[in-house]
């Protein structure tokens, strides 16, 4: 599993990718697409000509993204279990496979939870695609607070990080990789309420940023990703 710590700064990398023909097209699912992190990746995807799945629970937010970025769009509650067993089984029977899946949705320890979840019913597609494939599983852009919710531990980064890594003993033996995207640590401004008690804290996940790792992360697997010319990256 690769864990990504967020820098803060942002890179480039990505602004060198792009498909060759639709041949090379993946097809990206992304939770938590409407808004946030997830639009984030559904934008940066569809720059570089990707087929896109989105889904979220605001419905009015999710078809004006989609309809923004042209792509297939359902709503789904992410942390209903049978919600998202509806949802898979209609995007499997549309769509043969899946390169590459995004977890967005949720808060706190709602994003670990709708993360498993989203994870464990896609599994089957993402095991029907060929070559390199991935699971990006992004934090909370406000990083974790125990004062969140009534689940400290199920609202932590650790929590978050280990159920990550269970993923990873379950794409063991294919080409699925796992990778989480993490709020940096950083230390705390001396003289602050919490600095007696709390030396380091979770700084915020920048969604620019994520959305730029995970393509550029992606994109160095597959080889028949190219740079486009040089006028379009000017553009």
């Known amino acids: ?24 097209r993946p097809r990206i699912l992304i939770s938590g697409a409407a808004s946030g992190a997830g639009y984030a990746c559904a934008e940066a995807f569809a720059e570089r000509g990707a087929e896109l799945i989105l889904c979220d629970w605001d419905g009015i937010a999710l078809t004006r993204a989609a309809k923004r970025l042209g792509a297939f769009s359902r709503f789904c509650d992410a942390g209903a279990e049978r919600g998202v067993e509806i ?3 209609e ?21 670990a939870l709708t993360m498993m979840r989203m994870s464990r019913a896609v599994m089957p597609l993402l095991r029907r695609g060929r070559g390199y494939r991935l699971i990006a599983n992004i934090a909370p852009a406000g990083g974790f607070s125990s004062r969140e919710t009534i689940f400290p531990y199920a609202g932590s980064f650790a929590s978050f990080a280990r159920l990550s890594e269970t993923l990873v003993d379950q794409c063991r033996g294919t080409e699925i990789d796992v990778a989480c995207i993490t709020p940096r640590i950083v ?21 620019q940023e994520a959305a730029e790792r995970i393509v550029a992360m992606f994109a160095a697997e597959r080889p028949l990703w190219k740079q486009p010319p040089i006028a379009d990256r000017r553009a």
């Not at 942002?10 to 023909?21: C, G, I, L, P, Q």
């Not at 995007?91 to 994003?111: C, E, K």
């Open 91 to 111: 995007i499997g029977a549309q769509f043969p496979s899946i390169d590459v899946l995004i977890n967005a949705a949720g808060r706190g320890y709602v994003r």
């Open 87 to 89: 949802f898979i089984e």
């Open 187 to 207: 230390r705390a401004k001396q003289g602050s309420a919490m600095w007696s008690d709390q030396l380091y804290r979770l700084d915020r996940v920048d969604e």
């Open 1 to 24: 599993m690769r864990c990504v710590a967020s820098s803060g700064s942002r890179r480039s990398a990505a602004d060198a990718v792009s498909f060759v023909n639709s041949d090379d």
